[in-house]
């Protein structure tokens, strides 16, 4: 008899979210599908369910703890254990840092940072009752790679990585739960229509975008192999390497390019998207921002943009002696 898990599923309703859904489904496990927007999700696990898998929607706010800790009993109560969670839902702010709302800035980390420790601190004691579970974190790029006119986003995602890297070191005698985080790149989802916007420009991911099916399949592959750290993407690699080698020059060259797209974008009206309440609309998994990414042109991207970095990086050095 196959071994059919049990898989919980933060911002499961729409782009990436719904795109692992989808991918679980496929495989017949059993889904609990998290999100704020119910509508939404009913429709996702419409397609699920003609996928032949089982299906549990539960309304869920991940800023609210209570909220997490009754979608923990929930899913434990569907089919009698937690095989694996996926914190993944997520927003995003765009502005100059002093331009964006503080109440906007602390409904971002609320989301990304303290959604996710919600999820774990509401699912980790029934792996550790079960002895065994695996919990994956969709932190992003943004773990590595500072955002400018994205502060908060930035905060919450270097905060994931702490996060999760201490949850690691203290789960070391328990050596059936996993803690695995996932770095995707910039990818084709609605998720930037979605997003807060206070730059009073059109915003778009930057090229080259990837398609969420590969963060869908990534995800799935950790689930049946769990492992602590998982790239998505070339472009995550060099962005990853690139700051970890020149931090100063990454960070210069992040701020002049974004900043020079933003000056000659065009001008919209400012809006809090969906930081506050749902939207009706993008919730499908693509965004439509473009072909996705090949992976074998990436691959000459990354290593132009390795060897262009390091060789700026040189120089300044030498400038340096």
């Known amino acids: 008899m196959p071994n059919y898990k049990t898989i919980v599923i933060t911002g499961a309703s729409s782009g990436v979210g719904k795109a692992i859904a989808l991918a679980f489904a496929a495989e017949r496990h059993a889904l609990v599908l998290a999100s704020r927007n119910l509508d939404a999700l009913n429709e996702v696990a419409l397609e699920c369910e003609a996928m032949g898998a089982v299906v549990r929607c539960v309304k869920t706010d991940v800023t609210e703890a209570g909220d997490m800790i009754s979608l923990a009993a929930e899913a434990e109560s569907f089919r009698g254990k937690i095989d694996v969670w996926v914190n993944n839902a997520g927003v995003l702010a765009a502005g100059t840092f002093d331009e964006t709302p503080i109440a906007v800035l602390d409904q971002v980390i609320r989301t990304n940072l303290m959604g996710y420790i919600h999820g774990a601190h509401a699912v980790l004691p029934y792996f550790k009752k079960q002895q065994h579970g695996t919990l994956i974190n969709n932190i992003s790029i943004?773990?590595?790679?500072?955002?400018?006119?994205?502060?908060?986003?930035?905060?919450?995602?270097?905060?994931?990585?702490?996060?999760?890297?201490?949850?690691?070191?203290?789960?070391?005698?328990?050596?059936?739960?996993?803690?695995?985080?996932?770095?995707?790149?910039?990818?084709?989802?609605?998720?930037?229509?979605?997003?807060?916007?206070?730059?009073?420009?059109?915003?778009?991911?930057?090229?080259?975008?990837?398609?969420?099916?590969?963060?869908?399949?990534?995800?799935?592959?950790?689930?049946?192999h769990p492992k602590s750290e998982t790239m998505i993407g070339s472009t995550s690699s060099l962005l990853r390497t690139s700051y970890g080698?020149?931090?100063?020059?990454?960070?210069?060259?992040?701020g002049w390019v974004i900043g020079r797209y933003l000056k000659g974008a065009d001008e919209i009206p400012?809006?809090?998207?969906?930081?506050?309440?749902?939207?009706?609309?993008?919730?499908?998994?693509?965004?439509?921002?473009?072909?996705?990414?090949?992976?074998?042109?990436?691959?000459?991207?990354?290593?132009a943009g390795l060897l262009s970095i390091a060789a700026v990086g040189f120089l300044m050095l030498q400038k340096k002696h």
Not at 245 to 254: M, N, Q, S, V, Y
């Open 270 to 303: 400012k809006t809090d998207g969906n930081i506050f309440n749902t939207v009706k609309y993008g919730n499908a998994v693509y965004g439509g921002w473009g072909l996705p990414g090949k992976p074998k042109a990436h691959r000459k991207y990354l290593v």
């Open 245 to 254: 080698l020149f931090p100063a020059l990454t960070r210069g060259i992040a």
């Open 142 to 224: 943004g773990g590595f790679l500072p955002v400018p006119f994205g502060v908060g986003y930035s905060a919450s995602k270097f905060g994931l990585r702490g996060f999760s890297s201490a949850l690691k070191a203290e789960l070391t005698d328990f050596p059936d739960i996993h803690i695995c985080d996932a770095f995707p790149a910039f990818l084709d989802t609605p998720g930037i229509q979605h997003a807060a916007n206070y730059t009073g420009r059109h915003i778009r991911p930057a090229p080259p975008v990837y398609d969420p099916a590969r963060v869908a399949e990534a995800i799935l592959k950790l689930a049946y």
